[in-house]
């Protein structure tokens, strides 16, 4: 049961074109949604991230989108450079019935980014 | 910047050995998280501990264990080891009483079975 799904495994991008990762959830009791960047033989490394309560983050080049209708959230990286190459994560964080959240992340299933020089 | 440190960084065992993987959070990080990665997988949340109790559990086997001791650091024990368990094993850290939402990654400890 994939509660959080990223369907790209993979996009190609032009150096300083836009680029849009998506990700959709099920869970509708996700109540915080976080990127990560990862490098091959590192751990993730965090990006930027949205509260349920909003619609647009943004940070620098980096701007996260939440649709919660939807269940839809997007990462835009405009504009792209070749260090952004990497497998991008997208994660949710859940809070129970009463409202609790111990914080555990729930991750898809990462979409490796490749911008062209 | 101090970040997450997991070690060792590589280990191989045989299946049905033990094996312990240690976490050391950044400091005034009190709360600490276990993922594993399988091969093309996404990281599942396997536990977590919040000043040194644990806090939520996953899809952890029966076979595996874990603790957070007083200094805050973490160790991850590993029995009985299958070929499944072949995987990356991350830990990530948070501060609890912060708006910190954000969860910090160590590097991860890749483990071999054989």
């Known amino acids: 049961d994939q509660q959080v799904k990223q369907n790209s495994p993979s996009l190609s991008v032009q150096e300083g074109r836009i680029s849009i990762l998506n990700c959709d959830y099920t869970n509708s009791m996700f109540d915080y949604f976080l990127w990560y960047k990862k490098y091959p033989a590192e751990g993730p490394t965090f990006l930027i991230s949205?509260?349920?309560?909003?619609d647009k983050n943004e940070d620098g080049r980096f701007t996260v989108f939440l649709n919660k209708s939807a269940k839809h959230l997007s990462l835009h990286i405009v504009p792209s450079q070749p260090g952004d190459s990497a497998v991008y994560f997208c994660a949710a964080r859940g809070v129970n019935a009463g409202g609790t959240s111990y914080g555990k992340l729930t991750f898809g299933q990462g979409t490796i980014l490749t911008v062209h020089p | 910047a101090a970040g997450v440190i997991q070690s060792p960084r590589h280990l191989i065992k045989e299946k049905r050995e033990t094996a312990t993987l240690k976490c050391y959070p950044i400091p005034r990080h009190d709360t600490v998280y276990w993922y594993q990665q399988g091969p093309g997988q996404d990281p599942q949340f396997l536990i977590s501990f919040y000043e040194k109790m644990q806090s939520d559990k996953g899809s952890i086997p029966d076979r595996f264990s874990a603790q957070q001791f007083s200094d805050y650091h973490s160790e991850l024990n590993m029995s009985s080891l299958e070929l499944g368990d072949s995987a990356l094993y991350f830990c990530?850290?948070?501060?609890?009483?912060?708006?910190?939402?954000?969860?910090?990654f160590g590097p991860g400890t890749r483990l071999t079975v054989l």
């Open positions: 949205i509260s349920s309560i909003k």
């Open positions: 990530a850290t948070r501060p609890a009483f912060s708006s910190y939402n954000e969860q910090f």
